[in-house]
């Protein structure tokens, strides 16, 4: 007998929900479930691969513990016995510092990624923390921490109702969107056409995404910030500028104009390779829209001036008065939003508060650089202690971040590692423990993260479709305890720390004056939390205390766990609406339009005016069926398109002597990688483009599928060295390379 179980995907950001059919306790089936609130019924070819997901037999079932050197099957006890023994000792011996923590992106995607981080690191004291923020939207957190007083403050397109939209550095059509939740982001892109609206891409390659649009401009990689200064010129010399309704709410204007002063469009002309004709026009079709949204992703981030590209995005939604207003970019609330305070002054967002041992890299949002990691392992400077021993969450660093050859040494350095992966890859053949989380049919879902990026308000949880396996530990609990074997209290009730958590959420609430549940005693309030477990009982108290609760009574029909659940395909809470000055935290409560550490940084890109490097860039590329570096061991989604290999253009093929299909050896900084060369005019002639999270042909590995066709790491042409310096984000687009051709034997 089968029957069907509700999942939402944790795959990649769109949140679409499935209808999983089940045959005991096999997912035999996926489709897109046609009642979720949100993604009626669209699916991907990922999500509809969540039962070959799931049922991957290279997942593993148990715990390994490294004995003797090698790493072998342990129980739950086990383990973290080992965790305790090798970590506590450390700390004890060389302090907190000494211990690092990797999150990886999946921790976007599970509810144990979303609950436990932070308690395990306030608990360590550890300033070692690195994730892969930093190899993605760490400019975009910098520039909203410094424009609103709030990292996570980020304004999201409103697809579904704007007139234009200017995408730049994104190809949706394959990642399914990013920091925009947007199930069926193709066909919303195919909607607002059919509306009647623009759609304008920049992009050095000409994507699927491009090939949708009205306009495609072919950028040349790392220049977006040139352009949207031009573009924000042309603002102001065409008098095109008008704030609307936002003028209350915005500082800094006039210094934003002397700012972009000398960035005319024929002055980055050169730079950029887009003529002054069509800046002009971009400016224009952008003032002209009745509305309109600039959004830019990993190419406008992942670049030597990602901060200062991701702050122009906001400042041209600002400067045209579609910040915050429907179709234009705004503020989502989530359900599990903290309840909001009144509008008014707040703390401010503070830059480099601490900084890297080793090349002294500020802090960003309490974050140091992933590309340092290695060296705060492998370098010892006298000063502070190197990283010693490391905690890798749902984090592959060893090919996502750069230089893995080098982090890969470093790695085998440590004197105690641990990761919780369910696969043993890469990194976490490195570790003294591996702690598997269960596969994802067998885990519950709900988006605390991607709803605060979602184009609509929704909520929607739930809970596993097929019960634990004997012998699995949900991946809460192994959060759980990992937090309490490595910081001393190895043995206690793993529900302790949801405990604790929940008290000191509901002190603090009692405490505060705009608290719905101000003045009550929390002993009450902790007794009517709902939930099967502790996870549970902490979004219930999420939910209730959050915007849309029910305060704990005291609106009758606020949201509640119980509500959620009485909802399997979610609730709606409607379209975006305006929100200013509900989400500002700057000092001067108002969006400070040119922040000192951005004035500080526009030097350098007025030196980037000039610079023109003769020869090839590198960038990347994703691809639908692939998924940074852990689906490659998905027969159903490898194969086909779905390849490892170097995008060139004709004309260069031409010039370096390249025939399609040959192996092509590309130099970098950091090293060289051979592919084979596929010759198409889809990427701009000077530019190539080798996909990520490829090279899975390191020993001791179990990815059995992925060692077939292994491809090779990209990030190996990195040193680790070139980073966007105020936000340590690394710079993935737009890097120089060479290219040999390999003749063949
Ligand atoms: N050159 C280049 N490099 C890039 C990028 C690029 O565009 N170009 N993109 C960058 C970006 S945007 C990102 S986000 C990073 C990603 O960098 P990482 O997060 O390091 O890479 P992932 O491949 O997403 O690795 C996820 C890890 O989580 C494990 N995992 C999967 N599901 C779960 C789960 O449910 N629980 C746990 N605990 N683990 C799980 C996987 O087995 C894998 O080991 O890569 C970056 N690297
Ligand atoms: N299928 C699939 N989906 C995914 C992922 C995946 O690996 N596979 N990864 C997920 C993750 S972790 C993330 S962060 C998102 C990323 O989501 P997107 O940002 O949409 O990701 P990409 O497809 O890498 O698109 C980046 C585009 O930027 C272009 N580009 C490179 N350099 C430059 C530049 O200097 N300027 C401009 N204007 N463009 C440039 C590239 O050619 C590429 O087309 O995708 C998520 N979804
Ligand atoms: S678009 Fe993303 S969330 Fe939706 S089914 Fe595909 S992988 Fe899953
Ligand atoms: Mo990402």
Redesign the pocket.
């Known amino acids: 007998m089968s029957r069907t179980a509700l999942r939402i995907c944790p795959l990649?950001?769109a949140t679409c929900g499935l209808a999983l059919t089940i045959d005991g306790t096999t997912v035999t089936a996926a489709r897109g479930d046609r009642d979720d609130v949100f993604s009626r019924g669209f699916v991907c070819p990922?999500g509809a691969s969540f039962g070959a997901a799931d049922a991957d037999p290279d997942r593993l079932r148990t715990p390994l513990v490294r004995r003797d050197g090698e790493l072998r099957e342990a129980t739950w006890e086990e383990a973290f016995d080992a965790v305790a023994a090798g970590i506590r000792p450390v700390v004890e011996r060389y302090g907190p510092h000494s211990v690092g923590i990797v999150l990886g992106?999946p921790n976007v995607h599970t509810v144990a990624g979303a609950l436990y981080p932070a308690v395990l690191r306030g608990a360590l004291g550890t300033r070692s923390l690195f994730t892969?923020s930093t190899l993605?939207?760490m400019p975009k957190h910098v520039s909203s921490g410094l424009l609103f007083g709030d990292a996570n403050a980020i304004p999201v397109p409103d697809l579904d109702r704007t007139d234009h939209l200017l995408l730049?550095?994104?190809?949706?059509l394959?990642?399914?969107?990013?920091l925009c939740t947007a199930p069926d982001f193709p066909g919303r892109l195919k909607a607002l056409r059919a509306r009647g609206g623009t759609l304008t891409v920049?992009?050095?390659?000409r994507?699927r995404?491009a090939r949708l649009a009205d306009r495609h401009v072919a950028?040349?990689?790392?220049?977006?910030a040139l352009l949207l200064a031009a573009m924000a010129h042309v603002l102001f010399e065409e008098d095109l500028v008008d704030l609307g309704a936002l003028t209350p709410y915005v500082e800094g204007k006039d210094e934003v104009r002397d700012a972009v002063r000398d960035f005319t469009p024929e002055s980055v002309a050169a730079a950029c390779d887009v003529d002054a004709d069509v800046t002009r026009a971009l400016a224009r079709e952008l003032a002209a829209a009745p509305t309109a949204a600039v959004y830019?992703?990993?190419?406008?981030c992942?670049?030597p001036h990602g901060t200062l590209a991701s702050w122009l995005v906001d400042v041209l939604n600002i400067l045209t008065g579609n910040l915050d207003r429907p179709g234009g970019a705004l503020f989502p609330q989530a359900a599990t939003d903290r309840t909001p305070r009144p509008a008014g002054p707040g703390r401010g967002f503070a830059l480099g508060r601490w900084h890297s041992r080793v090349s002294g890299h500020p802090e960003a949002k309490g974050e140091l650089p992933l590309s340092a990691l290695a060296e705060e392992i492998d370098t010892a400077t006298g000063i502070g202690e190197p990283v010693r021993a490391l905690l890798t969450i749902a984090a592959n660093p060893v090919l996502s971040a750069p230089d893995g050859d080098r982090l890969d040494k470093a790695l085998d350095s440590l004197d105690f590692m641990v990761s919780v992966d369910p696969y043993l890859n890469e990194t976490s053949r490195h570790a003294h423990v591996v702690l598997p989380p269960p596969p994802p049919a067998q885990s519950p879902h709900h988006d605390f993260a991607l709803n605060t990026l979602a184009v609509r308000n929704q909520v929607r949880y739930t809970r596993p479709a097929v019960p634990l396996e004997p012998g699995r530990m949900a991946e809460t609990e192994i959060l759980a305890r990992l937090t309490l074997a490595t910081t001393g209290t190895h043995g206690t009730d793993p529900a302790a720390v949801d405990a604790m958590v929940i008290e000191q959420t509901l002190g603090k609430a009692v405490r505060d004056p705009h608290s719905p549940v101000h003045g009550r005693d929390p002993g009450e309030l902790t007794a009517q939390l709902t939930g099967d477990n502790g996870p549970e009982r902490r979004l219930d108290l999420m939910l209730r205390l959050g915007p849309y609760g029910d305060g704990f009574g005291a609106r009758a029909d606020g949201m509640t766990l119980e509500r959620l659940l009485a909802h399997p395909h979610g609730i709606d809470l409607g379209p975006l609406r305006p929100r200013l000055p509900g989400p500002l935290k700057t000092r001067s409560g108002k969006v400070e339009l040119l922040p000192g550490p951005i004035a500080d940084d526009l030097p350098r890109l007025r030196q980037a005016l000039a610079e023109r490097p003769d020869g090839l860039v590198l960038?990347?590329?994703?691809?639908?069926?692939?998924?940074?570096s852990w689906m490659h061991n998905i027969p159903a989604l490898t194969g086909g398109s779905n390849r490892c290999t170097l995008h060139l253009h004709p004309d260069d093929a031409e010039r370096l002597g390249v025939r399609a299909g040959q192996p092509v050896r590309i130099k970098g900084a950091g090293g060289e990688v051979t592919a084979p060369a596929e010759v198409t005019d889809a990427v701009r002639p000077g530019v190539v483009?080798l996909p990520?999270?490829w090279g899975h042909d390191r020993p001791g590995t179990r990815l059995t599928h992925a060692a077939a066709e292994p491809g090779v790491n990209v990030n190996q042409l990195l040193d680790g060295s070139m980073l966007d310096p105020l936000s340590g984000n690394a710079v993935l687009?737009?890097v120089p390379v060479e290219l040999v051709p390999v003749s063949r034997p």
Do not use: F, M, W, Y
């Open positions: 990649c950001e990922k992106n892969a993605d939207q730049i550095g994104a190809n949706p394959e990642s399914n969107g990013s920049i992009d050095p390659r994507t995404t950028i040349r990689p790392g220049t977006d830019g992703r990993i190419g406008s992942t670049v960038v990347g590329r994703r691809h639908l069926r692939s998924n940074n483009s990520h999270g687009n737009g």
